[in-house]
């Protein structure tokens, strides 16, 4: 009788544990992380920890995708990486303030959200190549490019969340070449407009 009513307590959990498991699957497509904060705290409790933060984390980078697709890609390349940054830093920024209360009795789960982050960044840089600097930007462009995506890893910095690093190393090759191909540009063009104003070298001293 004991191991009956043990085997269906088992059972309820596990329904439980499925119930939960989806909720928390689609909490970071509705909302932002508090929505699923419930959930984990259940979740926990039953033992699901290590399951809890992979679905939770997971739930909020398929939002962090999503809001990445529905950006538009603007002509002006600083207008879409605004964009680009406000959405994936915000997101990044909201679940580094949520985790550690979330999972607060949770060994592991800080170090489960530098890997997932990092994942994320690299994402993002990904995004930032091929849609602001493999187009050829201006050298400004390239510096403002720079100088906001040094911004952003500072502000998630401060937040424990030191992404600095790898952001120097993603970034810096793509930057530098896009840096080269812009002053290759302007020395064209510079070259260019010489030759259409057939520009020729004049000895004053023969004119005086």
């Known amino acids: 009788m004991g191991r009956e009513v ?43 920890a290590s399951q809890a933060v992979d679905l939770y984390l997971k739930g909020q980078g398929a939002a962090i995708r999503q809001g990445v697709k529905e950006l538009k890609i ?3 390349p600083m207008s879409y ?21 979330l999972f607060a009795g949770s060994s592991g789960a800080c170090a489960v959200l530098v890997l997932w982050a990092s994942g994320q960044l690299s ?10 600097m493999e187009p050829g930007p201006s050298l400004s462009v390239v510096g403002q490019c720079g ?12 937040l424990g969340l030191d992404l600095r690093f790898q952001l120097e190393q993603q970034l810096s090759p793509h930057s530098l070449a896009a840096l080269r191909a812009a002053v290759t540009n302007i020395s064209d063009a510079a070259q260019l407009r010489i030759r ?8 004053l001293q023969s004119s005086a």
Not at 81 to 89: A, E, K, P, Q, T
Not at 147 to 158: D, H, S, V
Not at 196 to 203: E, G, L, T, V
């Open 81 to 101: 990486l605004r964009s680009l940054c406000g959405m994936v830093f915000g997101k990044l920024s909201e679940v580094a303030r949520e985790l550690p209360g």
């Open 6 to 48: 043990e085997a269906k307590l088992a059972e309820k959990e596990r329904q439980l544990a499925d119930i939960l498991f989806r909720e928390l699957r689609l909490s970071g497509q509705r909302s932002g992380p508090k929505a699923a904060r419930h959930a984990v705290q259940l979740l926990l409790r039953l033992g699901k």
């Open 147 to 158: 100088k906001l995506l040094r911004g952003q890893t500072g502000a998630l910095a401060e």
């Open 123 to 132: 994402d993002c840089v990904n995004q930032v190549v091929r849609h602001v």
């Open 196 to 203: 259409d104003d057939k520009w020729r070298p004049h000895n």
């Open 74 to 76: 603007s002509e002006e």
